[in-house]
């Protein structure tokens, strides 16, 4: 195994409705208002990384279906990729769900579900390691799936002879229910003051 090397390249996977969702829950934001350049960057400086490349993933909401969120996340995509992050969206498909009120009452909505983002987000994890374009894979998301990939990773260390490191990166406060990062993974919380300096100060719903 090689020895950690003195300069750590970083690339960064963002989950970005994962993301979005623990914002909420954290800080209350009430839409993805988050730059994800401006927050890897911060991060990366804070763990002593070079960040290399920003990676972001999203369900995209039919026009037809959504045409707010639509306009928003094509409008957002656009602007992140003229900053240099590759993204990766798939259409959103819309399921029928029912819940059971506290009244004992049903209660049926349509709920927008992601079908392919997980798997691209790993295979890109997985991929780049092969391809030696990181040492390490900060994951924003809490998404325990990738535990796997965290496992497959400390493979192709070995594999490589080399160091990696998987870390995933998620907001958290005490109002937080999900306390946990990606287990096998190193935690980064994200704390309502490093959130709040990461801002996207466009609102791409307008």
Known sequence: MSSEPQV??????????NLFHAAREAFGHTYPSYDVSAL????????????????FYTGLP???????WNRFWTR??????RQGVVVFSRPLRYRNRRVMLPDGTKH?????????????IALDV????????????LVMSQDQDFSEVAEEIRVIAREQRRWIKIASAFPQ???????RGINKTDWIRIDRELYDQCL???DYRV
């Not at 750590?8 to 409705?17: E, L």
């Not at 406060?173 to 306390?179: I, K, M, Q, T």
Request: charged share 30%; aromatic share 6%; net charge positive.
């Open 108 to 120: 049926s909505f349509l709920t927008g579900e992601e079908k392919g983002v997980d798997v691209r």
């Open 8 to 17: 750590k390249r970083a690339a960064v996977f963002v989950d970005g409705q």
């Open 62 to 68: 039919d026009a037809g279906d959504n045409p707010v």
């Open 76 to 81: 957002k995509l656009a602007a992140m990729g």
């Open 173 to 179: 406060s005490p109002v937080s229910r999900n306390r």
């Open 200 to 202: 996207d100060g466009r």
């Open 40 to 55: 890897a960057e911060r991060i990366c400086i804070g763990q002593g990384w070079r960040l290399d490349q920003v990676r």
């Open 126 to 137: 997985i991929a780049l390691a092969h391809r030696r374009e990181y040492d390490v894979a």
